[in-house]
């Protein structure tokens, strides 16, 4: 492990002290100052999370009980309704046949 008198220009404590450079090396701190870190930040995460997932749950109560007033009042599916229109307006058109055609080169 390097001492702070072997780094250059480094030999008084009044250059020790201008280059801001501690006299130990203060390693094995950090790893548990990173793990708070990382604790307080998952946390936050989490906490975020479930707010989200609440407000994602009451945007699609009001967009359900939005399609059912217009499912009563006009009469008909909206389209941002898990998009069943779109498979009924495929199933009712008619697919058309592939012809086989050979060419001669």
Known sequence: MPT???LKGLHTLKTIQ???RDSENHKENSDYLKLFMLEKER???RNE???LTLRMENLNLRLKEIDDFY???LGIKSKTSSGEIADQESAEEPKKEW???SINY
């Open 18 to 20: 201008t280059k801001k």
């Open 71 to 73: 499912e009563a009042t």
């Open 43 to 45: 946390t936050r995460l």
């Open 49 to 51: 999370q479930t707010r």
């Open 4 to 6: 702070s008198t072997s």
């Open 99 to 101: 012809k086989t055609i």
